[in-house]
């Protein structure tokens, strides 16, 4: 990620945390205050991907491991019970197939 997205990023964030609209004006006033040189496309790019995003929940999200958004887990508990069988069944192949024990050697022998 360049110097530029970065600088926006953070943008966001401190608009966020001081409950001020994210739009492309407010970014580009912050990012000037800070003295670093932005093409002016990016501010526009993200004022119009964050727009009606709430950055705190999206954030709050990334902060537990393993979590998934509540409409991919209900689509993932849908298949599960289908899906738990056929690894069971392909891991017996499995073992069947790659069994080095009946070729008399090993991969460490």
């Excluded at 990023?9 to 004006?25: H, M, N, P, R, T």
């Excluded at 499995?94 to 022998?109: H, K, R, T, V, W």
């Amino acid at each position: 990620m360049s110097t530029a997205e970065l600088a926006v990023v953070y943008a966001a964030l401190i608009l966020q945390d001081g409950e001020v609209d994210i739009s492309a004006k407010n970014l580009e006033t912050l990012v000037k205050k800070a003295g670093i040189t932005v093409d002016s496309v990016w501010f526009n790019i993200f004022a119009k991907a964050l727009e009606g995003q709430d950055l705190k929940a999206l954030l709050a999200g990334f902060s537990a491991p393993g979590a998934a958004p509540a409409g991919a887990a209900g689509a993932a508990s849908s298949g599960a019970a289908a899906a738990a069988a056929a690894p069971a069944e392909e891991a017996k192949e499995e073992e069947a197939e790659e069994s080095d024990d009946d070729m008399g050697f090993g991969l460490f022998d």
